[in-house]
């Protein structure tokens, strides 16, 4: 077996990362705007660093975007016209994937990268059209499935009706799957895409950025406890249930960050909503909604909570307690998704049913009543953070399956 010059060593990669939806530079917190945008550009960031040149490639939504921007040092991002140069929201993006692939197609007729990653189904549709012109490998993460979607809101899913069927196609044809955890695989293995295509490599978090606060720096209302749930505002996102739960623990207040800016929250359906199940609790003084929080302000807001809670009805990865962990807060989780990975019971956090509000309420009551358990369990959520889940482990761990699949590709078998 003799391995071509392509794909011997370690020489740096040109590297096309996709990402149809979630641009690396979006603000976040609105409700297309989340763990992928956050992915994207430390995963790019990171491989950087180890010496690649990363192009992102996402869809420009707004028309006085350049065509490029710099975002780093060797990190650049190309926004791609496909349909409208105005916001659209991604279960409508589907239409404009032929747009998005064709222009891949034309752009790396002038220099092709050396391997395509795509971020989410639709960016896996848009770049097999362009790796196969081209004959390029790709890998896929999905960061979310489907058919997992479909089966926690039902009637409610506006995916569109291709979905699922495209997810499978885009499985199937690729070199390989990168997964986030070890329950996306037995999903993946459910749609027929088996355990031997995918690898997993979790998502990361930066811990010079999200770290525990200084001594005495905590800010601090006139409440005992303070409880945080960050993230996008809808409602798979399980703030109902925090707001429900806050209704058994007395002397706590709830800050709820993300969604819109704070100037728009009255107009919005699910603030108000919320809102509503706040007075219906009896806990409306207590809920605080922040709105939209600019990235540099989240470790800092992190580190003023006590408990960090994220109790989704299903999360695919889940970034949150990640960064929950790298600054030392502990985290109340439910037991779904990436969680059940990131999340050590009874060590780093606990974890929950999803749905059950009693069992949720219980688990915040246990580490509001014994501080020496919840500064032991940020502690080790610290440390497990370290061990597993800086973005330099994640690049390397990234980095290895494209080798593999660069090695894959171009190696020839040769008589011995």
């Not at 909503?273 to 709105?291: E, M, N, P, Q, T």
Request: proline fraction near 8%; hydrophobic fraction near 40%.
């Amino acid at each position: 077996m003799r391995v071509s010059s392509r794909s011997r060593g370690s020489r740096p990669l040109s590297i096309a990362l996709v990402s149809e939806h979630a641009s690396p530079l979006a603000a976040l917190g609105g409700v297309d705007a989340g763990g992928q945008n956050v992915h994207v550009a430390a995963l790019a960031g990171a491989l950087a660093d180890r010496g690649h040149h990363v192009t992102v490639y996402t869809r420009r939504d707004g028309r006085d975007l350049p065509e490029r921007t710099r975002m780093r040092p060797g990190v650049e991002v190309h926004h791609v016209p496909a349909g409208p140069a105005e916001p659209i929201p991604k279960d409508e993006l589907l239409p404009h994937m032929r747009d998005f692939g064709y222009h891949l197609v034309n752009e790396w007729r002038a220099g092709a990268p050396d391997v395509v990653h795509a971020h989410f189904w639709m960016s896996g549709v848009a770049s097999l059209l362009a790796a196969q012109e081209h004959r390029l490998p790709l890998l896929h993460t999905y960061h979310a499935l489907g058919s997992v979607k479909k089966r926690h809101q039902g009637s409610s899913d506006t995916s569109p009706a291709a979905r699922i069927a495209l997810e499978k196609e885009v499985g199937l044809r690729c070199d390989r799957v990168i997964a986030t955890c070890r329950d996306e695989v037995c999903e993946l293995a459910l749609m027929g895409v088996g355990p031997d295509k995918a690898d997993i490599v979790p998502c990361g978090v930066d811990p010079k950025r999200f770290r525990p606060p200084d001594p005495g720096a905590e800010q601090r209302s006139g409440h005992r406890y303070r409880l945080l749930q960050l993230g996008r505002l809808v409602p798979r996102k399980g703030a109902a249930l925090s707001i429900a739960a806050l209704a058994h623990l007395p002397g706590a207040e709830l800050l709820i960050a993300g969604g819109p800016p704070a100037g728009a929250l009255d107009r919005d359906p699910e603030v108000r909503r919320l809102r509503g199940i706040a007075r219906g609790a009896g806990v409306a003084d207590r809920v605080r909604f922040l709105g939209a929080v600019c990235g540099d302000r989240v470790p800092g807001l992190i580190g003023t909570c006590d408990v960090v809670l994220c109790p989704a009805d299903y999360e695919p990865f889940g970034i949150v307690p990640l960064e929950a962990m790298a600054c030392g807060r502990p985290v109340v989780a439910s037991a779904v998704g990436g969680q059940l990975d990131t999340v050590a019971d009874g060590e780093t956090g606990l974890l929950v049913p999803p749905g059950d509000v009693t069992a949720l309420a219980s688990a915040v009551a246990v580490l509001l009543d014994d501080p020496a358990r919840r500064l032991a369990y940020g502690e080790a959520g610290r440390r497990r953070v370290l061990d597993r889940y800086g973005w330099d482990r994640v690049a390397a761990a990234t980095e290895a399956v494209y080798r593999s699949v660069l090695t894959a590709r171009f190696s020839v078998a040769e008589p011995v």
